[in-house]
């Protein structure tokens, strides 16, 4: 009876271990995708996602990994906040900005990802950000909250500013569908 | 057109999820339930809602470079760590937090213990005990008589009543006595015996109601302690007797025991 006990508790914990493990590799792709959005360039999106893992490997190594999710995507905008800190930086400047056309979705659709990155990649901190973050679709806005350590206000200011600034340059850069 | 909401509901859909599965947060809940009943608020949640699908779309189309996902397999073998509780244990804020209620409990068990040895008439105790320290012989009435007799002595010679001294210290002799008005303005009398280092007080029991407490067949001694004195208290129709003495309170309870004997 003991026995079965214990091989129960053996099985969840294991079980425990592989969801844990599992939702960590899940999220890969979409922490490769949130330093491209970051950095606007594959090299050094590549560069911060693998300095990530490799601190993740080294505190699994030592059993220090936080299974937290959002661990790696913090440690992964730390990484692009750093690589980034000596690369063009954006002028201080007031973006025109323009409430959202009903053309709009039509108008994204005539974007390549590359270019999305680029504009992200462009808007000043926290901004960028709260962007990349939000885009991915993967976070609550309590979860963006804690990652981006602001108030539900400001996340909400950032993101909408950000909204209809996107607008405004998508009006200039793609033709009306 | 949002102006129908509150700043906070205005927040919330600003940050609205893009996956159409209904948030599990509540407030987002309320919030998007609540602009899909105003006309204005629903059309420009979903023409939002239609611009961050787009933009979601086109993120989820950045290509994963090869390089990227040579680390996909490797990082199946990363597994997070959950905290131990002893980890947890030694997180700095638990050690605050855990800090912080054992010294509260500690303040705690300190007054409780204090209360224990509270009682009516305690306050009034320590401060006979002050004068007992403080008194001298010239402050007093010469008398020279038992401690029987103080009885009536205070009640013909100050109309107080019940102001008797107990039989087991009946036989010991005084040498002078004295009434005094404290703080509260009731009236102390206050004896000096033969017997070095030991005197005797009588004042009025605080009580709210003296008819409902019954006086206990044998005294019922309370001890209160200070200025290197020891004070022990029994209350006898509305009048507490204290006997204070030079000494710890163990001393003066071995007195006690030796005097019931």
Redesign the interface.
């Given at each position: 009876m003991q026995r079965l006990a214990r091989d129960s508790h053996g099985l969840q914990l294991s079980n425990?271990?592989k969801e844990?493990?599992?939702?960590?590799?899940q999220s890969?792709?979409q922490l490769?995708?949130f330093c491209?959005?970051m950095t606007g360039d594959?090299e050094r999106a590549?560069k911060a996602?693998?300095t990530t893992?490799r601190e993740?490997?080294l505190?699994?190594s030592r059993?220090?990994?936080?299974?937290?999710r959002l661990?790696s995507f913090h440690e992964a905008r730390h990484q692009c906040l750093h690589l980034s800190k000596d690369g063009v930086q954006p002028e201080p400047m007031k973006m025109p900005e323009e409430s959202?056309a009903?053309d709009?979705?039509g108008r994204?659709?005539q974007?390549?990802?590359d270019q999305?990155?680029a504009w992200i990649s462009a808007a000043p901190e926290p901004q960028r950000s709260a962007l990349a973050f939000?885009?991915?679709?993967e976070f609550?806005?309590?979860e963006?909250q804690n990652l981006l350590d602001v108030k539900?206000?400001e996340?909400?200011?950032l993101?909408?500013r950000g909204?209809s600034q996107?607008?405004a340059w998508l009006n200039t850069v793609t033709a009306t569908p | 057109m949002r102006r129908w909401l509150s700043r906070r509901k205005r927040d919330l859909l600003e940050c609205a999820p893009i996956s159409e599965t209904p948030p599990s947060d509540r407030a987002m809940r309320s919030a998007l339930e609540t602009a899909r009943t105003i006309p204005t608020a629903a059309a420009t949640l979903s023409a939002q809602h239609q611009f961050d699908v787009a933009l979601a779309n086109l993120v989820q189309r950045i290509a994963i470079p090869h390089e990227a996902k040579e680390w996909f397999v490797n990082a199946a073998l990363m597994k997070g760590a959950k905290r131990s509780w002893k980890k947890t244990a030694r997180h700095p804020a638990i050690l605050a937090t855990g800090l912080a209620i054992l010294v509260l409990a500690g303040i705690a068990v300190f007054f409780f213990v204090e209360r224990l040895h509270e009682f009516p008439g305690s306050t009034t105790a320590k401060k006979m005990l002050v004068m007992a320290s403080n008194a001298s012989r010239s402050q007093f009435e010469p008398l020279h008589t038992d401690a029987i007799n103080l009885g009536d002595y205070f009640f013909m010679k100050f109309q107080l009543e019940h102001f008797d001294i107990p039989m087991q210290f009946a036989d010991l002799h005084v040498r002078g006595a004295r009434v005094f008005e404290d703080e509260d303005g009731q009236r102390v009398a206050h004896v000096l015996l033969a017997e070095r280092g030991v005197q005797f007080f009588l004042y009025p029991a605080e009580r709210s109601d003296p008819a409902r407490t019954p006086t206990p067949a044998r005294p019922i001694w309370r001890y209160v302690g200070g200025e290197g004195w020891a004070g022990a208290v029994a209350d006898r129709d509305g009048v507490c007797f204290m006997i204070a003495m030079r000494g710890t309170e163990q001393e003066l309870r071995s007195y006690l025991a030796d005097r019931q004997r």
């Amino acid at each position: 009876m003991q026995r079965l006990a214990r091989d129960s508790h053996g099985l969840q914990l294991s079980n425990l271990e592989k969801e844990q493990t599992s939702q960590f590799s899940q999220s890969l792709p979409q922490l490769y995708r949130f330093c491209f959005l970051m950095t606007g360039d594959t090299e050094r999106a590549l560069k911060a996602f693998q300095t990530t893992l490799r601190e993740a490997a080294l505190l699994a190594s030592r059993g220090q990994l936080p299974a937290d999710r959002l661990w790696s995507f913090h440690e992964a905008r730390h990484q692009c906040l750093h690589l980034s800190k000596d690369g063009v930086q954006p002028e201080p400047m007031k973006m025109p900005e323009e409430s959202i056309a009903p053309d709009a979705a039509g108008r994204v659709a005539q974007l390549d990802a590359d270019q999305l990155a680029a504009w992200i990649s462009a808007a000043p901190e926290p901004q960028r950000s709260a962007l990349a973050f939000f885009y991915l679709n993967e976070f609550s806005h309590r979860e963006m909250q804690n990652l981006l350590d602001v108030k539900m206000s400001e996340l909400a200011s950032l993101i909408s500013r950000g909204r209809s600034q996107f607008q405004a340059w998508l009006n200039t850069v793609t033709a009306t569908p | 057109m949002r102006r129908w909401l509150s700043r906070r509901k205005r927040d919330l859909l600003e940050c609205a999820p893009i996956s159409e599965t209904p948030p599990s947060d509540r407030a987002m809940r309320s919030a998007l339930e609540t602009a899909r009943t105003i006309p204005t608020a629903a059309a420009t949640l979903s023409a939002q809602h239609q611009f961050d699908v787009a933009l979601a779309n086109l993120v989820q189309r950045i290509a994963i470079p090869h390089e990227a996902k040579e680390w996909f397999v490797n990082a199946a073998l990363m597994k997070g760590a959950k905290r131990s509780w002893k980890k947890t244990a030694r997180h700095p804020a638990i050690l605050a937090t855990g800090l912080a209620i054992l010294v509260l409990a500690g303040i705690a068990v300190f007054f409780f213990v204090e209360r224990l040895h509270e009682f009516p008439g305690s306050t009034t105790a320590k401060k006979m005990l002050v004068m007992a320290s403080n008194a001298s012989r010239s402050q007093f009435e010469p008398l020279h008589t038992d401690a029987i007799n103080l009885g009536d002595y205070f009640f013909m010679k100050f109309q107080l009543e019940h102001f008797d001294i107990p039989m087991q210290f009946a036989d010991l002799h005084v040498r002078g006595a004295r009434v005094f008005e404290d703080e509260d303005g009731q009236r102390v009398a206050h004896v000096l015996l033969a017997e070095r280092g030991v005197q005797f007080f009588l004042y009025p029991a605080e009580r709210s109601d003296p008819a409902r407490t019954p006086t206990p067949a044998r005294p019922i001694w309370r001890y209160v302690g200070g200025e290197g004195w020891a004070g022990a208290v029994a209350d006898r129709d509305g009048v507490c007797f204290m006997i204070a003495m030079r000494g710890t309170e163990q001393e003066l309870r071995s007195y006690l025991a030796d005097r019931q004997r």
